[in-house]
């Protein structure tokens, strides 16, 4: 367990819903990233946050997918009108403090859209 | 783009073996490098990090860098089967994100 914190940890919806995932980081951590992985792929990056503040974007983060870390603590990845194509595991990751170079992982949320 | 790219695999080594993990990264300029380990259905696990050319040794495992040749391994001593998992090499990106290859699965057989 490394601290940060995912949930919900699986996900199942039908094509045209809308979901939510939420990620807690390490608490002294103020570097919040998201990921998405495929089967057979390595993780890939989709946002990060420094603090409250939203600081890049991938091009993968399509109109649809929105995130945000209110009072730069927890982080919301919402995707609207969700495709079968979305299906993946999104996972989280933080880092700060000491080691502030090092990403520490959550557990991820699997997603499945039906 | 920045790429990084790594064998696929299958790796199979039998138990006791020395497993030699491989990664090439594109970006001349990248700095820092990380090895993660994923087992099946998990996120990924960090194993060790490196900085500078040279190797760096943690227990049964050590980093090498070599940024003249863009090329970076890691090699786990004593494989055990517990060491079956699917390897990631990561790069770290201009903004902190990291860039991962595809990851080489390896098998250690009893």
């Known amino acids: 367990d490394t601290g940060v914190s995912q949930d919900p940890r699986h996900k199942i919806t039908k094509r045209g819903q809308n979901v939510t995932f939420r990620c807690d980081p390490i608490s002294e951590h103020n570097r919040l990233y998201w990921y998405r992985q495929t089967l057979g792929q390595g993780p890939e990056f989709l946002t990060y946050?420094?603090?409250?503040?939203?600081?890049?974007k991938s091009r993968l983060l399509s109109d649809r997918f929105s995130a945000e870390r209110p009072k730069g603590s927890f982080s919301t990845l919402e995707i609207q009108r969700t495709e079968q194509g979305d299906s993946a595991m999104y996972l989280c990751?933080?880092?700060?403090?000491?080691?502030?170079?090092?990403?520490?992982f959550g557990p991820g949320t699997r997603l499945t859209v039906l | 783009q920045k790429e990084v790219e790594q064998n696929s695999g299958p790796l199979s080594v039998p138990e006791g073996a020395i497993a030699s993990l491989n990664c090439t990264y594109s970006d001349r300029g990248s700095q820092s490098f990380f090895w993660y380990r994923q087992y099946s259905g998990k996120s990924p696990e960090l194993i060790m990090f490196i900085y500078s050319n040279g190797d760096k040794e943690d227990g049964r495992f050590t980093a090498q860098l070599n940024k003249a040749s863009q090329y970076v391994s890691l090699l786990i001593r004593d494989s055990q089967p517990s060491d079956s998992a699917t390897y990631l090499c990561?790069?770290?990106?201009?903004?902190?994100?990291?860039?991962f290859g595809k990851g080489t699965k390896l098998s250690v057989k009893p």
């Open positions: 990561a790069v770290k990106g201009s903004q902190g994100n990291l860039i």
């Open positions: 990751a933080s880092s700060g403090g000491i080691k502030k170079g090092t990403q520490y």
């Open positions: 946050f420094q603090n409250e503040a939203q600081l890049e």
